[in-house]
């Protein structure tokens, strides 16, 4: 579960969620989102039928919140999620969103970023959230407006070359490691290693396909959908903005963010909740400075999800879908 409500806390919560997606009898994915949250959303859960949620008021919600920031932010998040799940960019719907943020007390990032797109300013908001994206990378950028190169090895220095050979002996790390995991990852899917002419810059592709090996989600774009938000649950800083609305807007809602490739309905609410909360659950954060890959490799990739308190992955919500092999 996630953080703790109260029965008439977490039913304002779903009332107010259930004024921005498509109404009970669409039978749309808000309405499975409403059904997934009510269980898996607040702790403890509550049992509540859709169409038995009546809308609330941005005044009541706040007031049925309280003073507890961290529900309210919780709240906030719910809502921005349920805006999109249900595949499209609506503006009354994010304005509403905004709104009751604001009553909330909630002025992340993200809020701005949603008006801005409702004002008509696509563009800008999904080039803040570029940035932000990179900035929460160690060793890639800065979060200010230039965004680093994603393909910094094409002049294959000698560095490149050590580089990558160093990723290529992992090939030689018993099968039970987390090194030859990776590895295998890597050839399984045909990208480069960092260091190779065609490979994504390390800074990114090391922490970022790591974690598709430690939390279990594959590479096709739903598994692309749940890894970055189980990231975002596990780094909590600007998590929102920087990697769980990004990747909604761009494989579920359609729209381009970075360049990549939108694509259309790859969002499952409850895989997307379990994602979620398995990343808040992890105890270390692999975007941290101090996280160290290569003092992992050796080590059995169990022994390194035990220590970061990873929670296993039910089959039911891993990701489906075909597997992306070779870079979008």
Do not use: C
């Not at 921005?20 to 509540?48: H, K, N, R, T, Y």
């Not at 596990?234 to 920087?242: E, G, I, L, P, V």
């Amino acid at each position: 579960m996630f953080v703790p409500a109260t029965e008439d806390q977490a039913l304002a919560g779903l009332r107010a969620a259930s004024t921005v997606v498509d109404p009970p009898e669409s039978a749309g994915l808000g309405q499975s989102l409403l059904i997934a949250a009510s269980q898996l959303f607040f702790s403890p859960p509550i049992e509540v039928a859709p169409q038995d949620l009546t809308p609330i008021s941005p005044q009541d919600l706040a007031l049925a919140i309280g003073s507890d920031h961290d529900l309210a932010e919780h709240v906030a998040s719910l809502l921005v999620v349920a805006s999109l799940t249900d595949g499209r960019l609506d503006d009354e719907r994010l304005r509403r969103v905004v709104e009751y943020a604001h009553h909330l007390g909630v002025h992340d990032g993200w809020v701005r970023d949603m008006l801005q797109i409702a004002r008509g300013h696509m563009a800008w908001a999904m080039a803040d959230m570029t940035r932000r994206n990179v900035a929460t990378f160690p060793g890639w950028g800065d979060g200010q407006d230039h965004v680093p190169s994603m393909l910094p090895y094409q002049e294959q220095t000698d560095a490149d070359k050590r580089l990558a050979a160093r990723f290529a002996e992992l090939e030689t790390k018993p099968a039970n490691t987390f090194g030859r995991h990776f590895y295998d990852h890597f050839r399984r899917h045909k990208f480069g290693f960092p260091g190779e002419y065609d490979a994504f810059t390390g800074a990114f592709a090391v922490p970022h396909d790591s974690l598709h090996v430690i939390s279990g989600y594959s590479t096709s774009l739903q598994g692309e959908i749940l890894v970055s938000t189980f990231t975002g649950g596990m780094h909590r800083h600007d998590n929102m903005r920087a990697h769980i609305l990004p990747v909604i807007i761009e494989w579920h809602v359609g729209s381009e963010v970075n360049g990549i490739g939108a694509q259309k309905g790859n969002l499952d609410p409850a895989k997307f909740l379990v994602a979620w909360q398995r990343g808040q659950h992890t105890s270390i954060d692999a975007l941290s400075p101090s996280w160290d890959f290569w003092s992992l490799v050796d080590r059995d990739l169990e022994e390194v999800r035990a220590e970061m308190a990873v929670p296993e992955l039910p089959a039911r919500y891993a990701a489906s879908g075909d597997e992306i092999i070779g870079r979008l």
